[in-house]
């Protein structure tokens, strides 16, 4: 490929795809030291870190209480994908996006859609055959663990290159909500 060539070809970018409930779970929740992320610096980390173009935020099913939490994925940046129940069991089964992500970023693999890389946004164990698969394929850009306790021991072989903790000191301040000052 010549000099002309590389310059008319667009930059693409990479795509993230995140477990809701997984990434609030390992946040805020499940957390001995419990902490919210700002959506928006979060999507802008994506960004600037990763060089993601499309980042899409998995939840379990819609429940009209938390429509303002829908809106500010959405006002992030992030588009919003809801995991499909039959309205008689939307209140009743747990999120579990796994096999929604799974399927969604190998049917973009199979479609021969345009795009980088990767990122991953779960500690997990459900997605180890699809993180196998894209180092394969050299299509992971990086995993990023909510935390370092709830990270599955299925990934204890990954390298380090291909992993990150949003809760590491350095991330947890670019993207944490910041506790206003009491006067």
């Known amino acids: ?66 429509q303002n939490l829908y809106e500010n994925i959405q006002h992030s940046g992030f588009i919003l994908v809801f995991r499909q129940h039959s309205s008689t069991m939307a209140g009743l089964k747990k999120g579990n996006v796994d096999s929604d992500i799974i399927f969604s970023i190998m049917k973009r693999l199979y479609k021969k859609e345009e795009f980088d890389k990767i990122v991953l946004v779960s500690g997990d164990g459900d997605y180890k055959m699809l993180i196998d698969f894209l180092l394969e394929e050299n299509k992971l850009a990086k995993l990023l663990f909510p935390n370092r306790p709830n990270r599955s021991s299925l990934y204890k072989s990954l390298s380090n290159n291909f992993f990150a903790y949003l809760d590491d000191a350095d991330i947890r301040k670019k993207i944490e909500i910041k506790k206003k000052k009491v006067p």
């Not at 409930?21 to 390992?26: A, F, I, K, S, V």
């Open 1 to 66: 490929m010549n000099y002309f060539e590389k310059m008319d070809k667009p930059k693409l970018g990479n795509i993230a795809f995140i477990d809701g409930q997984n990434l609030y779970m390992g946040t805020s929740k499940i957390n001995k030291n419990p902490w919210k992320i700002d959506l928006g610096r979060f999507r802008i980390y994506l960004e600037q870190k990763y060089n993601v173009c499309r980042a899409y935020y998995h939840l379990g099913y819609v429940n009209e209480k938390h």
